[in-house]
């Protein structure tokens, strides 16, 4: 019988009462915390102590969490809902899909420079607008492409995946993963940017070269393909998309201004949600101006994106749910300390390559970043504090197991809707995929063990 994987949803509510018992069976603690230089709250070694007295959880508390946990959430629930409105308005223009239409038709015929060119595009759309879902109507040219050059849909389908899974795990702003990794942690959002800019380089290579050398040995020998002799029924007709104009143009050029404004606004004016959603919904604005879009249409347009994200939102919901009732049971100090003594006894770098492999595996239950991100960093920060791990570098474990990991875990929608579009078999996808996934995390572990030894922060 096929083993089914529940909806992430039924995953997040059984880890909520896996959460509630919790609190009935462990000891309940607490560590003792103080104020740093920087005014953020750390946990002080060594400083766990057990409660005399124990209070328990009614059952009721695991329905009352939740619209507590929307509440305590709805900062970044409402922001997300703005970015989903304004790249859908953006989306509208036709500007994203001129772009990549032209760098493909341009591209076309130059294989080796089609697939370094289109990954990078892809890495760099991940990194900063957290883009994944827009890139799927593009999946068919890309086939086209590639076929038409003797290679395979493998190439076509590693030439995405592999760029927007690299985008997400070195992200340099993505709104949806590291700016709310860096919050719940209590670190500046954006900060450390050079650090992760710099790893896109050996990550990108290692990723260009794996899907290059793959394509390559296909054209040479069509036999050596992963879906030689392997029946599909997809039909792999290439999608027609707007040619770039001057207003695509210069829509492009006002969303890099609004995002060095808000790389600038966060580390000089302390920005933070609040301004970042009203810069996108300015953007939003602009643009209807700009491109003299029906303003009724580009409601519309901005609802549709809003509501696309509304899974996301959910998930924000229930994963914060966790730490919740974690928190109101008095055993979240409790798990943070078992866990962070095994971690102390290894070391910082060790330590650090401990939390890669935990975000690694939280990433197959939880596939949403930004759900993943309310679940595990509200652990992953105190027990940075206990084992002499940077909390910045805490995010960065964080965005190497959500990010790298999008490449080959099922229960990703975005990577099985490309797969399926492609008509690649999970277990093809997965022996192409996985000699990649092992060097990623090879590479990832020792740019987490260099960050230890400089102390990245």
Not at 325 to 340: E, F, R, S
Request: hydrophobic share 55%.
């Amino acid at each position: 019988m096929k083993l089914k994987v529940p909806h992430t949803l039924v995953l997040l509510f059984g880890m909520m009462v896996f959460a509630l018992l919790l609190t009935y069976i462990l000891p309940q603690g607490t560590f003792e915390t103080l104020l740093n230089d920087h005014g953020r709250t750390v946990v002080i070694p060594n400083s766990y102590h057990q409660n005399s007295e124990k209070s328990l959880l009614s059952i009721w508390s695991l329905f009352t969490v939740l619209p507590r946990a929307f509440e305590d959430s709805q900062g970044i629930i409402f922001f997300i809902f703005i970015i989903g409105g304004a790249l859908a308005v953006i989306k509208s223009t036709g500007t994203i899909d001129a772009f990549l239409g032209k760098m493909l038709e341009k591209f076309g015929s130059k294989p080796q420079v089609l697939i370094f060119t289109s990954m990078f595009v892809f890495a760099v759309g991940s990194s900063t607008l957290g883009m994944a879902e827009e890139y799927l109507p593009f999946i068919t040219v890309l086939i086209a492409l590639c076929i038409g050059l003797k290679m395979d849909v493998v190439t076509a389908a590693g030439i995405m995946v592999v760029g927007y899974g690299i985008g997400y795990g070195v992200a340099a702003i993505n709104p949806f993963t590291v700016i709310i990794a860096q919050g719940i942690a209590e670190i500046t959002p954006t900060s450390g940017i050079w650090y992760r800019i710099f790893l896109l380089i050996p990550f990108f290579l290692v990723g260009w070269h794996h899907v290059q050398k793959y394509a390559i040995k296909v054209q040479q020998n069509p036999s050596m393909s992963l879906m030689y002799k392997v029946e599909t029924e997809q039909n792999h007709q290439a999608t027609s998309y707007p040619k770039l104009s001057k207003l695509h143009k210069m829509v492009a050029l006002l969303m890099l201004i609004v995002l060095g404004l808000l790389v600038y606004g966060i580390s000089a004016w302390d920005w933070y949600l609040t301004e970042l959603g009203a810069m996108f919904f300015g953007l939003t604005v602009v643009v209807v101006l700009l491109t003299r879009m029906n303003p009724s249409l580009a409601a519309k347009e901005f609802s549709i994106g809003a509501s696309e994200l509304t899974m996301t939102a959910l998930l924000i919901g229930f994963a914060r749910s966790i730490a919740l009732l974690l928190d109101d049971g008095q055993v979240l100090h409790t798990i943070v300390n078992a866990l962070a003594i095994p971690l102390q006894k290894t070391g910082p770098e060790i330590a650090s390559v401990g939390m890669y492999m935990f975000q690694s595996l939280m990433n197959f239950f939880i596939p949403s970043g930004s759900g993943q991100a309310y679940v595990t960093m509200p652990l992953m920060a105190p027990i940075a504090d206990l084992t002499g791990v940077s909390r910045q570098i805490a995010v960065l474990a964080y965005q190497f197991g959500d990010g790298f990991t999008n490449m080959i875990v099922p229960t990703n929608a975005v990577l099985m809707g490309i797969i399926g579009i492609a008509g690649i078999p999970y277990d093809k996808w997965f022996k192409f995929v996985f000699p990649l996934m092992v060097k990623f995390w090879i590479l990832g572990s020792i740019a987490l063990i260099i960050a230890v030894w400089f102390g990245y922060s």
